[in-house]
Nanobody
């Protein structure tokens, strides 16, 4: 199983980015997936979650600004990020396969290496 993130970069406050996660070794439609982020000096936090039926959950800090989606045919997970703020600066990680827990409290079995997002 492999998860590879891309799409990160540097953007000014108020701008947008779209993150991609390419999954291989499993079919994206069979697992719940999520985006997490970790800023320097802070704990990792869940950002957005999508289950196998397409139901989504968001952290309060990103509601109304971020949208998680999945293309099961392409085995891709996306995170559309709009109205970005400096507080959104972090390394963003794709995760799949909830082992226990629910939604953003899931313990995930598979993780990508992350992609950096910097908002100035």
């Amino acid at each position: 199983v492999q998860l590879v993130e891309s799409g990160g970069g540097s953007v000014q406050s108020g701008g947008s980015l779209r993150l991609f996660c390419a999954a291989s070794g499993f079919t994206a439609g069979t697992y719940s997936m999520a985006w997490f982020r970790q800023a320097v000096g802070k704990e990792r936090e869940g950002v957005a979650f999508i289950d196998t039926s397409g139901t989504t959950t968001y952290a309060d800090s990103v509601k109304g600004r971020f949208t998680i989606s999945k293309d099961n045919a392409k085995n891709h997970l996306y995170l559309q990020m709009n109205m970005l703020k400096p507080d959104d600066t972090a390394k963003y990680y794709c995760a799949a396969h909830c082992l226990r827990g629910r939604g953003l409290a899931c313990v995930f079995g598979y993780w990508g290496q992350g992609t950096q997002v910097t908002v100035s």
